[in-house]
């Protein structure tokens, strides 16, 4: 199969290796200095847990042609970088397949109307990591798989495809039957874990040191999916309604204050709450329109969440 993987930030970056390797024919987008990167050294993952390490020289391209032709572009850019991306993506005709693997609680229906006849699908990633030195350092989420749906609900050919794909890659894989729902879930509880963790000067470690801290990201989540439910949004995947809404709250407390100082903290949360905070304080201002068009308060959710907002736009305008 003939595979884009239109950004090759971490997520993209993974997800290009990982393919690459299977033996999929595999091209990569990426600009600037990352792009001078990987054309020197390659492209290179490491797997925190199992130790392995990927190398390959993966074939490179900057921009989007009108007439490149792929059997699917997967887009790994951040939430507050698709306007960039809609101009390429609309000029090319030959691509009709795309796949979104962002932070994206809304827009979907949008998203898809402006780029008709294109077929979208959405997802998400079940991994996560930090980039150094071109390097990138990686987990795969215990919690997550590798989540992909459509937003009507159809488990199409080309999901089984995408997922079949995706798990001779090893990586672990699964198809939502709520994709919309699943993603406004997850926005919820990513946006807030976040700026928990930015609240905490970045550090998911102290974050989990400190109860207070941890039990006031718990209630704010738990009011958001509250909110979520009160629409008449399932809470999804039920792995998230479980540690929120259904165990008691010490129980919640305990697992959140060891999953800050691991790795589903220091590598899959937490880099990307430092490197991508403009697309956090989007899905921040997101995820607060969301909750407010419910009848539940939010009182928690909207302190957390408006001091984040807030706080990064003062730090925009006095950068150090």
Known sequence: MKILIYGA????????????????????????????????????????????????????????????????????????????????????SRSSLLMFMLNNPNDLSKLADELKPKYLLFGFPGVGGIMKNDEVDFVQIKQQKTTIGDINKVKSSSLETIKSLFKNSGLKTTISNNIDAWLKTHAIFIACACAAIIKENGDSIQLGRNKKSVQAMIESIKEGF??????????????LKMIFLIMPEWFSITYWQKSMQ???????????????????QLLAIKVLKIVHSSSVATPQLDNLLSDFINFHATENKNPH
């Open 9 to 92: 930030g971490v997520i993209g970056s993974i997800y290009a290796a990982k393919l690459f390797k299977s033996k999929n024919d595999v091209t990569l987008l990426a600009r600037g200095k990352r792009y001078e990167g990987l054309q020197k050294k390659g492209l290179i993952i490491r797997e925190k847990i199992t130790v392995e390490k990927i190398t390959v020289r993966i074939p490179l391209i900057q921009h989007l042609a009108a007439d490149d032709f792929y059997e699917i572009i997967i887009l790994t850019v951040r939430l507050d970088q698709i306007e960039s991306v809609m101009a390429e993506l609309k000029s090319n």
């Open 226 to 239: 509250k909110a979520i439910k009160n629409l008449g949004i399932p809470v999804k995947p039920f792995s």
């Open 262 to 280: 691991r790795e589903m903290g220091t590598l899959a949360i937490a880099p990307h709450a430092n490197a991508a905070k403009k697309e956090m």
